[in-house]
T-cell receptor, first 115, second 113 residues
Framework: AQTVTQSQPEMSVQEAETVTLSCTYD???????LFWYKQPPSRQMILVIR??????QNATENRFSVNFQKAAKSFSLKISDSQLGDTAMYFC????????????FGAGTTVTVRA | DVKVTQSSRYLVKRTGEKVFLECVQD?????MFWYRQDPGLGLRLIYF???????EKGDIPEGYSVSREKKERFSLILESASTNQTSMYLC????????????FGPGTRLTVT
């Protein structure tokens, strides 16, 4: 399995502020996919955002955006204008290009949004 | 919307018992997965299936087996439960395409005493 590292176990942010979650990975592949998944307390995990490695443009989904640095093997998630509903555990994940079953996850970062 | 359901949210079993965890998806997905989630370790793949009756080992298959007799249903079996299998178990499904999204069930928190 590929190695995916999330170095921040927990983060706290004030409502309406911005928080950035870090993720690094290790691979020898040139093309692959990166994901951020969100797991709210006692709720199902859902996909937040996806990045294809061959696309230079950083992916954006509403208040969520990524900073993809391919050479540095870094894939950070920025949550802008944080809302109470953003409180969740966030997982960074890596998928090789040839199929989607080998999804390797990081350890997760718990984000708490304070009112 | 894709729906992935798991048979139990919470389960308590005794050491040595045979345990069945069931997962059903309603979107005709080819791929189905079983993960276990532990604090500080993220999600680790136990087994996956890319077609009916087809299965492949993931990263931590020891102590587990799986069954996929119908496309929509994927079962995880603990032949003889042990305390180190106490964990959260997540099922997921996806279309068989590169870079595709995985859809997760709500999870089963299994405690083995």
């Amino acid at each position: 399995a590929q190695t995916v590292t999330q170095s921040q176990p927990e983060m706290s942010v004030q409502e309406a502020e911005t928080v950035t979650l870090s993720c690094t990975y290790d691979t020898s592949e040139n093309n692959y996919y990166l994901f951020w998944y969100k797991q709210p307390p006692s709720r199902q995990m859902i996909l937040v955002i996806r990045q294809e490695a061959y696309k230079q443009q950083n992916a954006t989904e509403n208040r969520f955006s990524v900073n993809f640095q391919k050479a540095a093997k870094s894939f950070s998630l920025k949550i802008s204008d944080s809302q109470l509903g953003d409180t969740a555990m966030y997982f960074c994940a890596f998928s090789p290009p040839y199929n989607d079953y080998k999804l390797s996850f990081g350890a997760g970062t718990t984000v708490t949004v304070r009112a | 919307d894709v729906k992935v359901t798991q048979s139990s949210r919470y389960l308590v079993k005794r050491t040595g018992e045979k345990v069945f965890l069931e997962c059903v998806q309603d979107m005709d997905h080819e791929n189905m997965f079983w993960y276990r989630q532990d604090p500080g370790l993220g999600l680790r793949l136990i087994y996956f299936s890319y077609d009916v009756k087809m299965k492949e080992k993931g990263d931590i298959p020891e102590g587990y087996s799986v069954s996929r007799e119908k496309k929509e249903r994927f079962s995880l079996i603990l032949e003889s439960a042990s305390t180190n299998q106490t964990s959260m178990y997540l099922c997921a499904s996806s279309l068989g395409q590169s870079g595709g999204e995985q859809y997760f069930g709500p999870g089963t928190r299994l405690t083995v005493t």
